[in-house]
């Protein structure tokens, strides 16, 4: 335990070391969280509200720099070591946990995920806690055990509705296994379930407040209404699993389920252990790999599948007698390969030339330059119009706003920060909160960051000036292009069917 508990610290330390050293912005949904953090709710309109929570924790303690905002994640990751570390422990062996464990802290979307604050990096923990709990519940039956996995759950829920799936998985289990059926049918699993709903009521109560605002938007991510059947996209979401949970880790999973049933000569006799952790790891990845084939799907999405693929995977080789000296080799060689990655990782992190050299500055260049980005808009809207002050600034992207809202933060316009609608409802945040308004529309600076939007923004004004465009160097040949021109009289076409359909048929 004394042991695992060094290693935990010493990922965990490095981390946030990284966080405090790297030079790498918020990224526009980090800023977005950072800006629900200041006005805290029970709801917020893609997200449920755990992140803002978290968010509002760190930055009361520590100040609203980027290293603060981001801090719960690697925390939120050294949790989930120590929950799966306690489930493979209790199932296994204590060397089956410290594997378990150390194989969640090391896995390469964990490296990824433990640099930025997402609603991942706090589903996690509150997954593999539940996962834990319910295992114990399953061994128990005690009214303690069942308080806590209803907890866990319900957490989860308030961080990303994606805990649902632990639903599907719980009724999994209970139909491959008679102990966790008669677990479920006592009176302290109505205290689970009871716990659950109490936690997650007040999210519920608030969408029901809000048009369902954060349920409808989930639901959209489904995206559901293009041509259905891309086995290209199925595909690729495999293919996106090496990178998420490792090259090997990710095979190895599959592995051991499958030795798993045909060791035991059959599906009814695979160990109890096997069964419900497959009940929990099987649902994401097929749901997942579904909705890919059916439109698309990010690699992420299915990260709920690992806290159970993980533990499946240190069980099966750590928890059936003695391990092996190939055994140990083993785990050490996949252990020793995640650590380099999450080493070159946290260079990138600190380093911008080494990120390039090593090929990740593409996928950073998302996060850089914003703080002159900001300046460069903040000098735009000091300047004014030779008839007057802007009367706000208007852009026509939710991620640069978001960003821009946080790095004005100490230094902002005098004119308002504005959100272009778009459609004849808000499709996000910032066009919730802050939509352009027409008393505020007498000289306008319009940033643009999306170059087929700009007719249609003009559309919206009675009088648009001439266009300049620049480019702001993010490092290597990569720039980001931003518009800048002067709208007067804001006057926005009706967003009626005739409108809506050419949005819908415009080019990209």
């Not at 405090?20 to 990224?27: C, E, F, G, Q």
């Not at 808009?377 to 300047?383: D, F, Q």
């Not at 706000?392 to 004119?415: E, G, K, M, Q």
């Amino acid at each position: 335990m004394t042991f695992f508990a060094v290693l935990v610290a010493l990922v965990t330390a490095l981390r946030v070391g990284a966080l405090l050293a790297t030079p790498i912005d918020l990224h526009g949904d980090e800023a977005q969280y950072w800006m629900w953090s200041r006005a805290l709710d029970w709801g917020y309109f893609s997200k449920p509200p755990l992140i803002a929570w978290t968010i509002a924790a760190t930055t009361r303690l520590f100040g609203n720099d980027e290293w603060a905002v981001r801090l719960a994640a690697p925390l939120a990751h050294a949790g989930a070591a120590v929950a799966l570390f306690a489930l493979g422990r209790r199932m296994a062996t204590t060397e089956a946990g410290v594997w378990a464990g150390l194989a969640w802290l090391l896995m390469p979307g964990v490296w990824l995920s433990s640099a930025l604050i997402s609603t991942d990096a706090l589903l996690l923990p509150a997954w593999a806690a539940a996962l834990f709990a319910t295992w114990r519940f399953v061994e128990t039956q005690s009214w303690r055990w069942a308080v806590a996995m209803g907890a866990a759950i319900g957490v989860g829920l308030l961080a990303k509705y994606a805990m649902s799936y632990f639903a599907i998985g719980l009724a999994l289990a209970a139909l491959w296994s008679v102990d966790v059926r008669r677990a479920l049918l006592t009176r302290p699993a109505l205290a689970a379930l009871a716990t659950a709903v109490a936690i997650v009521a007040p999210n519920l109560l608030w969408n029901a407040g809000n048009d369902f605002a954060t349920l409808e938007h989930t639901a959209a991510n489904a995206a559901w209404s293009g041509p259905i059947g891309d086995p290209i996209a199925a595909l690729n979401f495999l293919v996106d699993q090496l990178g998420v949970a490792g090259p090997i880790l990710f095979p190895l999973a599959l592995f051991c389920a499958w030795r798993a049933v045909r060791d035991a000569g059959g599906w009814l006799a695979v160990d109890p252990r096997f069964k419900f952790l497959i009940a929990f790891a099987a649902p994401p990845l097929i749901i997942i790999l579904v909705q890919a084939f059916i439109s698309r799907a990010h690699g992420n999405w299915a990260a709920t599948a690992y806290p159970a693929a993980v533990t499946l995977v240190t069980v099966w080789a750590f928890g059936r007698g003695p391990a092996s000296a190939r055994t140990r080799a083993a785990a050490f060689g996949i252990a020793g390969l995640h650590a380099v990655f999450g080493v070159l990782f946290l260079a990138a992190m600190v380093s911008a030339p080494f990120a390039d050299a090593i090929g990740l500055g593409n996928g950073l260049k998302r996060a850089r330059e914003w703080e002159l980005t900001a300046q460069i808009v903040r000098e735009r809207a000091a300047a004014g119009t030779p008839d007057g002050p802007y009367t706000a600034v208007l852009v026509d992207n939710r991620l640069v706003f978001n960003d821009l809202s946080y790095y004005f933060r100490d230094d902002a316009p005098a004119a308002p920060l504005r959100m272009w609608v778009l459609l004849d409802k808000p499709a996000n945040q910032a066009e919730r909160t802050a939509p352009m308004r027409k008393e505020e529309g007498a000289r306008v600076l319009i940033v643009g960051a999306t170059p087929p939007y700009e007719p249609w923004i003009a559309a919206d004004f009675r009088e648009v000036g001439p266009i300049e465009r620049v480019e702001i160097p993010l490092g290597g040949d990569r720039v980001r292009a931003l518009t800048f021109r002067v709208g007067s009289g804001f006057a926005p076409a009706t967003r009626d069917a005739a409108y809506l359909e050419a949005i819908r048929s415009r080019p990209e």
